[in-house]
Nanobody, 115 residues
Framework: QVQLVESGGGLVQPGGSLRLSCAASVSAFYLYAMGWYRQAPEKQRELVAVIDSGGSINYADSVKGRFIISRDNAKRTVYLQMNSLKSEDTAVYYC?????????WGQGTQVTVSS
């Protein structure tokens, strides 16, 4: 049973920063593409950032230059450093792990950007 546990969400003022973490209980973590997605109220879930097993990274245009995704294979953890946060970044953020036909999701962590 694969488990993904996100942490680090919370309330932050516009312009502030947060770092999300996702710890994965999965063997061969290094073979998985790890991603962060988010879902705002009444909106579809969208990709925020993804880092594949080789370290290649893609970001949504809306977060380029502000968010940084990274991974620590020894700790089986993926991170999302979020800087210069805006109110439109408010959402539930989900971690995903994908390898071939397998795609796992975490429970999500709430990020609220508000003054």
């Amino acid at each position: 049973q694969v488990q993904l546990v996100e942490s680090g969400g919370g309330l932050v003022q516009p312009g502030g920063s947060l770092r999300l973490s996702c710890a994965a209980s999965v063997s061969a973590f290094y073979l998985y593409a790890m991603g962060w997605y988010r879902q705002a109220p009444e909106k579809q879930r969208e990709l925020v950032a993804v880092i594949d097993s080789g370290g290649s990274i893609n970001y949504a245009d809306s977060v380029k230059g502000r968010f940084i995704i990274s991974r620590d294979n020894a700790k089986r953890t993926v991170y999302l450093q979020m800087n210069s946060l805006k109110s439109e970044d408010t959402a539930v953020y989900y971690c995903s792990a994908k390898r071939g036909f397998y795609n796992y999701w975490g429970q999500g962590t709430q990020v609220t950007v508000s003054s």
